[in-house]
């Protein structure tokens, strides 16, 4: 089990103290577990130890307080608080407010954000933060956050003031004169401090948090979505590091490797000297024992057609593992050559200590990936635990495009949702549902994972082709996979989801776009006339479960158990009742966040009629043990945590932050905290 170091320094007193207490035969209540990261951990297990709340106690949860950012013009709900010594701290809203809450009450305690700039105004992913970074310097609690404009600050946990003596002054009114550092300005291009990076350059933004790894802050980055992407150029998403007390520079790592650096030879056509993205948009983890970060990429500029950048285009669609103190490579593996289908990997890899049948003990990573894939890795050699075959993919036909021959099929665990599509896959309730499905589908262009896109006007007829996954998963963003580090079990959301792409001229592509990053028009880029199948008669064109929790055992790769999620949609279950069929839950069809504590899975989704509902299942055999109603469903990710020896759930519900407990820990009125 990974365990963070300033955590346990913290509670070695206090942990102690419960043993002492627990071998005179009292039973001890623990007074405090926090929620250190928006993964809880620094292995993103999101997995608590906490146990006050179990399957006998949890009808009697309650709403003890609700926290809403509205004001500070939250909307997403994508951050996941941390709890750290007492205290939540978050993020909120499209200027990125860092915010201090009561954990008790709910109550601002304070908030603090940087002046607007033009940079921030043009950030694509503004209330999409995730989180904040933490560690402590010289005994005092820092928070770190990387703002939609691309700057790292670092605020005193008690006050938010800026950290004194952490970076230099920003050249623009307003900022304060520590605390601050201009990540543009160690990327290597020109800019200026208040408008950024020229869009015909490119554009680089954040999107999670910075993770801390002993004295190191190491930054990753996201840019303009690849799917709104209709021209060649942009910049690469480099990682940064920085020293975590005076924001001191210490190292880049190159995502696009240059002349004598390795992979530089996967970049045909010189396009690495003014192409970009392979940006780590998803959160990162690492290995504090070992030093070592744990880097997922996303492709390369720009999604669904690659043509200007011939060869495997290393590091993208990638995990890779460096040393956090010097940013040298460990290794790396590329889980899509040449990614042209939106592929990028969307979630944090999750670290666990695993006991592997023939191999023993294996310190492991394992990166769930929108493809419906896990991979997984001896996370200090690299080495896949099990192996990882090359198998031919299909060719592209559109002119320019050369794709890779074949692409890395993990031999375990097996797919966990769908992959490719065919007529087997649709509907086949009843034959007039199933000849509908097929009708629906006779203008697209079916065909198996990586089936490559076609333009329109394409020699087959067809008006799109199918990617399924499509780009929003198998796996995606909203549903962090979470693990259990005590039985090496991985929780994996998913939904069968496919994604038509047609693609049309560049310069027709472009015509979408408002302010467009880059000068040269791609040969083909993402049209707007792909539209979509749909069923006539309301439902979903494949067969169910249309969502799904999966739980592997890493130790061998085997699904243990797999369940839907939530309960069928009213509009589904009535075109079931109507032709008098048999055919179970088939989940809502959406991606649903979970965290794991010592006694049960949580996770929330709706009921059929649309009541949003908090489910505890059973971790070992997925059988559900409790459901209550909640307000509103869990957007992003779930976090459990004990304060003043009260266990609460926290749900991210939207532009609200919902804490759900037990009775006895609703606050009292007029009571100090």
């Not at 989180?131 to 700057?151: A, L, Q």
């Not at 839907?564 to 279950?573: F, H, I, L, S």
Request: hydrophobic share 35%; proline share 8%.
């Amino acid at each position: 089990m990974i365990l963070n170091v300033d955590f346990l320094k913290r509670f070695k007193t206090m942990a102690l103290a419960t043993f002492l207490l627990g071998l005179s035969g009292g039973l001890v209540a623990q007074d405090s577990l926090e929620w250190f990261s928006l993964g809880n951990d620094y292995a993103h297990t999101r997995y608590s130890s906490a146990a006050e709340i179990t399957t006998d106690n949890f009808g009697d949860l309650e709403v003890v307080w609700e926290w809403d950012g509205a004001t500070l013009g939250a909307v997403s709900g994508r951050s996941t608080p941390s709890y750290i010594n007492g205290t939540l701290y978050t993020v909120a809203g499209s200027r990125r407010h860092v915010v201090a809450i009561d954990p008790k009450t709910g109550e601002t305690l304070w908030s603090y954000r940087l002046p607007n700039t033009g940079r921030w105004e043009y950030s694509m992913r503004a209330d999409y933060g995730k989180g904040i970074g933490y560690s402590e310097v010289d005994g005092r609690g820092v928070i770190y956050m990387i703002t939609p404009g691309f700057f790292l600050t670092a605020l005193e946990a008690e006050t938010g003031a800026p950290l004194v003596g952490f970076g230099t002054p920003v050249p623009i009114d307003g900022f304060p004169e520590s605390g601050v550092v201009d990540l543009l300005a160690d990327l290597g291009h020109p800019y200026d401090p208040y408008e950024g990076i020229p869009l015909e350059t490119g554009y680089v933004t954040g999107s999670s948090p910075p993770i801390v790894v002993n004295d190191t802050v190491i930054v990753g980055n996201s840019a303009e979505q690849g799917y709104n992407q209709s021209r060649i150029e942009n910049v690469p998403g480099d990682i940064l590091a920085y020293d975590k007390r005076t924001g001191e520079f210490k190292w880049k790592f190159n995502v696009i490797p240059r002349p004598g650096e390795y992979g530089h030879e996967t970049w045909e056509n010189d396009a690495w000297e003014w192409t970009g993205d392979v940006s780590s948009w998803a959160p990162i983890s690492a290995d504090i024992e070992n030093d070592l970060v744990f880097i997922p990429t996303n492709g390369a500029t720009i999604d669904y057609y690659g043509g200007f950048r011939p060869g495997d285009n290393l590091y993208g669609t990638s995990l890779i593992a460096l040393n956090a103190s010097t940013g040298e490579r460990a290794w790396h593996f590329q889980m899509v050559h040449h990614d042209i289908w939106n592929y990028d990997t969307p979630t944090a890899p999750v670290l666990l200590d695993l006991n592997v049948p023939g191999q023993g003990e294996v310190p492991a990573v394992a990166q769930v990936t929108k493809q419906s894939f896990v991979y997984a890795f001896n996370r200090l050699t690299g080495e896949p635990i099990w192996p990882m075959v090359e198998r031919p993919v299909p060719a592209s036909t559109v002119p320019g495009e050369i794709l890779s021959a074949t692409q890395p099929f993990p031999t375990r665990p097996a797919a966990f949702d769908m992959q490719g599509v065919s007529i087997d896959d649709l509907v086949d309730w009843t034959p007039e549902l199933r000849q509908q499905a097929i009708t629906a589908y006779a203008e697209y262009q079916m065909g198996p994972l990586f089936n490559p896109p076609i333009q329109r006007g394409h020699e087959s007829g067809k008006r799109a082709a199918m990617f399924c996954p499509g780009g929003g998963g198998g796996a995606n963003i909203t549903a962090p996979a979470v693990a259990d580090p005590a039985t090496g079990y991985l929780y994996v959301s998913s939904h069968s989801a496919c994604s038509p792409i047609q693609l049309v001229p560049g310069e027709e592509a472009d015509l979408q776009y408002d302010a467009p990053t880059g000068t040269t028009f791609s040969q083909y880029a993402n049209g707007p006339g792909a539209g979509a199948p749909r069923h006539p008669a309301g439902i979903p064109l494949y067969k169910p479960p249309y969502s799904r929790i999966t739980a592997i055992d890493m130790n061998t790769g085997e699904h243990a158990w797999m369940i839907p999620t939530g309960e069928t949609p009213a509009r589904v279950q009535q075109v079931i009742d109507d032709n008098n069929l048999d055919v179970g839950n088939t989940g809502t069809g959406a991606l649903v966040p979970m965290v794991v504590t010592s006694n049960m899975l949580l996770y929330s989704d709706t009921a059929s009629d649309g009541t949003p509902m908090l489910y505890a299942i059973n971790k070992a055999s997925g059988a559900i043990e409790a459901e209550i109603e909640v307000p509103a469903r869990s957007r992003y990710g779930m976090s459990t945590w004990v304060h003043d020896g009260h266990q609460y759930i926290m749900l991210q519900t939207g532009s609200k932050l919902t804490a759900m407990a037990l009775p006895g820990a609703a606050p009292v009125a007029g009571a100090a905290h």
